[in-house]
């Protein structure tokens, strides 16, 4: 046995998966990883690992990885594949992305990636630098992960805001500064299993222990329901009546903060007045809950000192997602819980570091004017929906994939696709976007394993490294970490090099001043006056000093604007709720309801034939969405794909506990083994997404079992708002059951 090394680093995608952020010791013995440990120091997760952690040695040398570039050599779908060179692969992708942009423009190929991993620096880098404005999450309709929550959130408070639990000091918990939200409206996410978005879903137990309550917003039982003060169980996609509802008990009942609402809110009456056409029974009837407990969570929630709300994603999917963000966003500006220890508070990258250049300023420089006309004037759907156009970055899914289909206004031809299962787990209409796919001319895609979209659609596989396997950096709030290469697997490569090489062929001017990727980081990390290989001496992490970056009333301070006055980065220097850039952009500056496009009250007729709501996507800690099928050590804790019904529904439809079902609309039916569980209300199933057989058959018409697992087969689209932020019917589509008969596929 050789000598054992330990080396701390963050776990960051390739891996884990996930939105990242934990310090983790990487064991390694003889140039490969033997185990995984969380970092005691690190301030993230003090030491805690999950099991997607726990499992790495099983990831980074599965059998099934994909350890050299790779060409198709078969039709597509067929599953031929064989090995090449990076020269060959990437002379191949620089050839055929030339072409289409010489013949139809850069903007004829699209930029695809999947949830927030490590790869919004480096797939911006090359869609950019290539020339094309349609960066995309492909499939993800109405673009419903966070940015509906972001919209919301930058156009009101100039900022962002997370729920207080110290992550912005080091000492955290002991920081004598900080204070315990007293309660904790944990909204529409189950933080234990998800950290999402920069958040680490177990502080909130350690807010528990420390004295939070909780006030749980969600259709199921869940760990933190049932520990729960409140457990409001709201039907699903209702929850902007719900959050104007107790805005409105918070207002009529005169327990908001007046201080903070005089001094630094504007357009409060309006508000009132808007949340007034929220009355409790109205409220009650259409979420469900019982009007005694809205006003029972909104009281406590008002009354306490200081609180905090830690939202998820069904807010972003609930129809026109950011107008229920914004209703949300507005009981902590009017209970001023804003940038308060233990409220909400607000959050910027540490150091104001970030991975890729959000100025236009820093755009022009890097990559040329051209690209900020094209970004205007060609990037989808920016001409249709209000919060593409005004929120420069994403293209639309949801008409990109249309585009795609139709050529117009103009063609698509070719995709890089990185980090993004279009078809086994982002995209609503799963079939509808894999015979679109299917006309693409060129595809390139960077994963790691084979997927059915990797299958279906790719005409090169460049295989990406795990986080032991890869320099980068992160500065997703806080703090500043460096994640460092320690192993090597195969010929594989990190997102960030694959991504620096192919850019530099088409942008070999603009990007000359860096001869590696670590010069790239070095630049990027200059706010911080540490380079990359500083941060890493000092143990790989680091906070913003007293300033701008740290809380807390930094609006007081003169903290948040550019002219250094006190006040909110907005023009009047206000929270705005009354949502002015929003009326500009023709939208509905004040919050509003929707009803879910598919219920009993919008669609009677469907309701009768489908009397089931499909919840799809609530977590599971040992999956990250697609991922992780192939992995021993998780798959054997969840070997199947189930969905779980309520014992009365059970019996209603005669079905068994362990019994393999149907789950069926109009769009299709897919299979499913059952867990009879109070979890879920009679009226409710709930299914987890992204399961396909890693272990099956993977060439077309198979494609690893996809068609008959992919519940996204079964969700519609387009997007249901009319802003084009928030929408994907992800949470509220209606289904019934049917049993398997013998003959029924
Ligand atoms: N039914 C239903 N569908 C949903 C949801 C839901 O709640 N219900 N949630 C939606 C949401 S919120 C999101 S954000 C999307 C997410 O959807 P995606 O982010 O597309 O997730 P996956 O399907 O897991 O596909 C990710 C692919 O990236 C690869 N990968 C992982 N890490 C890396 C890396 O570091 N580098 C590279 N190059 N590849 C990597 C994985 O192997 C995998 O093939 O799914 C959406 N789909
Ligand atoms: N292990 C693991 N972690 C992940 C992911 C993963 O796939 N696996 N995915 C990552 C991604 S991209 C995201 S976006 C986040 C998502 O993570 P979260 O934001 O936590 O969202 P979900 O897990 O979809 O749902 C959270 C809870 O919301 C409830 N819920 C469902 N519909 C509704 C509704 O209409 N209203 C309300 N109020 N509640 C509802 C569900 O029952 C569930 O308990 O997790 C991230 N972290
Ligand atoms: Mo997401």
Same mark, same amino acid.
């Given at each position: 046995?050789?000598?054992?090394?330990?080396?701390?680093?963050?776990?960051?995608?390739?891996?884990?998966?996930?939105?990242?952020?934990?310090?983790?010791?990487?064991?390694?013995?003889?140039?490969?990883?033997?185990?995984?440990?969380?970092?005691?120091?690190?301030?993230?997760?003090?030491?805690?690992?999950?099991?997607?952690?726990?499992?790495?040695?099983?990831?980074?040398?599965?059998?099934?990885?994909?350890?050299?570039?790779?060409?198709?050599?078969?039709?597509?779908?067929?599953?031929?594949?064989?090995?090449?060179?990076?020269?060959?692969?990437?002379?191949?992708?620089?050839?055929?992305?030339?072409?289409?942009?010489?013949?139809?423009?850069?903007?004829?190929?699209?930029?695809?990636?999947?949830?927030?991993?490590?790869?919004?620096?480096?797939?911006?880098?090359?869609?950019?630098?290539?020339?094309?404005?349609?960066?995309?999450?492909?499939?993800?309709?109405?673009?419903?992960?966070? =940015?509906?929550?972001?919209?919301?959130?930058?156009?009101?408070?100039?900022?962002?805001?997370?729920?207080?639990?110290?992550?912005?000091?080091?000492?955290?918990?002991?920081?004598?500064?900080?204070?315990?939200?007293?309660?904790?409206?944990?909204?529409?996410?189950?933080?234990?299993?998800?950290?999402?978005?920069?958040?680490?879903?177990?502080?909130?137990?350690?807010?528990?222990?420390?004295?939070?309550?909780?006030?749980?917003?969600?259709?199921?039982? =869940?760990?933190?329901?049932?520990?729960? *003060?409140?457990?409001?169980?709201?039907?699903?996609? =209702?929850?902007?009546?719900?959050?104007?509802?107790?805005?409105?008990?918070?207002? *009529?009942?005169?327990?908001?903060?007046?201080?903070?609402?005089?001094?630094?809110?504007?357009?409060?009456?309006?508000?009132?007045?808007?949340?007034?056409?929220?009355?409790?029974?109205?409220?009650?009837?259409?979420?469900?809950?019982?009007?005694?407990?809205?006003?029972?969570?909104?009281?406590?929630?008002?009354?306490?000192?200081?609180?905090?709300?830690?939202?998820?994603?069904?807010?972003?999917?609930?129809?026109?997602?950011?107008?229920?963000?914004?209703?949300?966003?507005?009981?902590?500006?009017? &209970?001023?819980?804003?940038?308060? $220890?233990?409220?909400?508070?607000?959050?910027?990258?540490?150091?104001?570091?970030?991975?890729?250049?959000?100025?236009?300023?820093?755009?022009?420089?890097?990559?040329?004017?051209?690209?900020?006309?094209?970004?205007?004037?060609?990037?989808?759907?920016?001409?249709?929906?209000?919060?593409?156009?005004?929120?420069?970055?994403?293209?639309?899914?949801?008409?990109?994939?249309?585009?795609?289909?139709?050529?117009?206004? +103009?063609?698509?031809?070719?995709?890089?696709?990185?980090?993004?299962?279009?078809?086994?787990?982002?995209?609503?209409?799963?079939?509808?976007?894999?015979?679109?796919?299917?006309?693409?001319?060129?595809?390139?895609?960077?994963?790691?394993?084979?997927?059915?979209? &990797?299958?279906?659609?790719?005409?090169?596989?460049?295989?990406?490294?795990?986080?032991?396997?890869?320099?980068?950096?992160?500065?997703?709030?806080?703090?500043?970490?460096?994640?460092?290469?320690?192993?090597?697997?195969?010929?594989?490569?990190?997102?960030?090099?694959?991504?620096?090489?192919?850019?530099?062929?088409?942008?070999?001017?603009?990007?000359?001043?860096?001869?590696?990727?670590?010069?790239?980081?070095?630049?990027?990390?200059?706010?911080?006056?540490?380079?990359?290989?500083?941060?890493?001496?000092?143990?790989?992490?680091?906070?913003?000093?007293?300033?701008?970056?740290?809380?807390?009333?930094?609006?007081?301070?003169?903290?948040?604007?550019?002219?250094?006055?006190?006040?909110?980065? &907005?023009?009047?220097?206000?929270?705005?709720?009354?949502?002015?850039?929003?009326?500009?952009?023709?939208?509905? $500056?004040?919050?509003?309801?929707?009803?879910?496009?598919?219920?009993?009250?919008?669609?009677?007729?469907?309701?009768?034939? +489908?009397?089931?709501?499909?919840?799809?996507?609530?977590?599971?800690?040992?999956?990250?969405?697609?991922?992780?099928?192939?992995?021993?050590?998780?798959?054997?804790?969840?070997?199947?794909?189930?969905?779980?019904?309520?014992?009365?529904?059970?019996?209603?439809?005669?079905?068994?506990?362990?019994?393999?079902?149907?789950?069926?609309?109009?769009?299709?039916?897919?299979?499913?083994?059952?867990?009879?569980?109070?979890?879920?209300?009679?009226?409710?199933?709930?299914?987890?997404?992204?399961?396909?057989?890693?272990?099956?058959?993977?060439?077309?018409?198979?494609?690893?079992?996809?068609?008959?697992?992919?519940?996204?087969?079964?969700?519609?689209?387009?997007?249901?708002?009319?802003?084009?932020?928030?929408?994907?019917?992800?949470?509220? &589509?209606?289904?019934?059951?049917?049993?398997?008969?013998?003959?029924?596929?």
């Amino acid at each position: 046995m050789g000598k054992i090394d330990v080396y701390p680093t963050t776990a960051w995608s390739a891996g884990t998966g996930c939105h990242g952020g934990c310090g983790q010791n990487l064991f390694v013995e003889d140039g490969k990883l033997v185990k995984v440990e969380g970092n005691e120091d690190h301030p993230w997760n003090q030491g805690r690992s999950c099991p997607r952690a726990l499992a790495m040695t099983q990831y980074v040398y599965h059998e099934d990885r994909i350890t050299q570039p790779q060409i198709r050599v078969g039709e597509r779908g067929e599953g031929k594949f064989e090995p090449i060179s990076w020269d060959e692969a990437l002379d191949i992708c620089e050839e055929r992305m030339g072409k289409i942009r010489d013949e139809h423009g850069a903007e004829s190929v699209i930029f695809v990636q999947g949830t927030g991993r490590d790869i919004g620096g480096p797939i911006t880098f090359l869609a950019y630098s290539y020339g094309s404005p349609n960066w995309v999450q492909l499939g993800l309709s109405g673009h419903s992960c966070y =940015t509906p929550r972001l919209g919301a959130m930058k156009t009101t408070l100039g900022e962002f805001a997370v729920a207080d639990c110290s992550q912005f000091l080091e000492k955290r918990y002991e920081d004598p500064e900080w204070e315990a939200p007293e309660y904790i409206i944990v909204w529409g996410q189950n933080p234990p299993n998800t950290c999402p978005d920069g958040f680490y879903g177990p502080w909130i137990v350690d807010c528990m222990q420390r004295g939070s309550k909780i006030i749980s917003v969600d259709p199921r039982n =869940t760990w933190m329901s049932t520990r729960a *003060e409140y457990h409001l169980q709201i039907r699903p996609g =209702t929850d902007g009546a719900l959050a104007l509802g107790m805005l409105n008990i918070i207002i *009529e009942e005169e327990i908001y903060d007046k201080d903070f609402v005089e001094k630094w809110v504007d357009g409060f009456d309006a508000i009132k007045e808007r949340a007034a056409e929220y009355p409790v029974d109205k409220v009650a009837a259409i979420t469900e809950i019982p009007a005694a407990d809205i006003q029972a969570a909104a009281r406590a929630y008002a009354n306490a000192k200081q609180a905090a709300i830690q939202w998820g994603v069904p807010i972003d999917m609930c129809p026109d997602g950011t107008a229920v963000a914004h209703a949300i966003s507005c009981l902590w500006t009017v &209970t001023g819980n804003i940038d308060i $220890p233990g409220g909400q508070v607000i959050a910027k990258p540490a150091f104001g570091v970030t991975a890729y250049p959000f100025s236009s300023e820093e755009l022009i420089e890097l990559y040329g004017k051209d690209l900020i006309t094209r970004m205007n004037e060609k990037r989808i759907g920016a001409d249709v929906y209000p919060m593409y156009k005004h929120f420069r970055g994403w293209a639309s899914p949801d008409v990109t994939i249309e585009q795609i289909e139709t050529g117009d206004p +103009y063609p698509i031809k070719g995709a890089w696709i990185q980090t993004a299962n279009v078809i086994g787990g982002q995209a609503a209409r799963a079939k509808f976007h894999y015979d679109a796919m299917k006309k693409l001319d060129f595809v390139a895609i960077v994963d790691l394993f084979h997927n059915p979209t &990797t299958m279906a659609l790719a005409d090169i596989i460049l295989p990406a490294a795990t986080f032991p396997e890869k320099n980068s950096f992160r500065s997703w709030w806080t703090p500043m970490d460096s994640i460092k290469k320690r192993v090597q697997v195969g010929e594989c490569r990190s997102d960030w090099e694959i991504n620096f090489e192919l850019a530099k062929r088409f942008n070999p001017e603009g990007l000359q001043r860096w001869a590696t990727v670590i010069d790239y980081f070095d630049e990027r990390m200059e706010p911080s006056g540490m380079t990359f290989e500083d941060l890493e001496a000092k143990g790989g992490w680091a906070m913003s000093p007293e300033g701008p970056g740290r809380p807390y009333r930094r609006y007081e301070k003169g903290h948040l604007r550019a002219d250094g006055k006190p006040g909110f980065n &907005t023009p009047s220097g206000k929270v705005e709720i009354y949502n002015k850039s929003f009326e500009e952009w023709g939208m509905d $500056p004040l919050p509003f309801y929707t009803e879910p496009p598919q219920s009993e009250a919008s669609t009677p007729d469907l309701f009768k034939k +489908y009397p089931l709501v499909m919840i799809t996507g609530a977590r599971s800690n040992l999956f990250f969405h697609s991922e992780h099928r192939q992995i021993p050590w998780l798959r054997e804790k969840e070997p199947d794909p189930t969905v779980e019904i309520h014992p009365d529904t059970a019996k209603e439809y005669n079905i068994y506990d362990g019994e393999w079902v149907h789950l069926e609309n109009d769009m299709g039916h897919i299979k499913r083994k059952t867990v009879i569980s109070l979890k879920v209300k009679p009226n409710h199933v709930q299914t987890l997404h992204g399961w396909f057989k890693p272990e099956a058959e993977g060439a077309e018409p198979n494609l690893f079992n996809v068609w008959d697992y992919q519940v996204n087969q079964i969700i519609p689209g387009p997007q249901a708002s009319k802003s084009g932020f928030g929408g994907g019917q992800y949470k509220t &589509t209606l289904v019934r059951l049917a049993k398997i008969t013998e003959g029924s596929a």
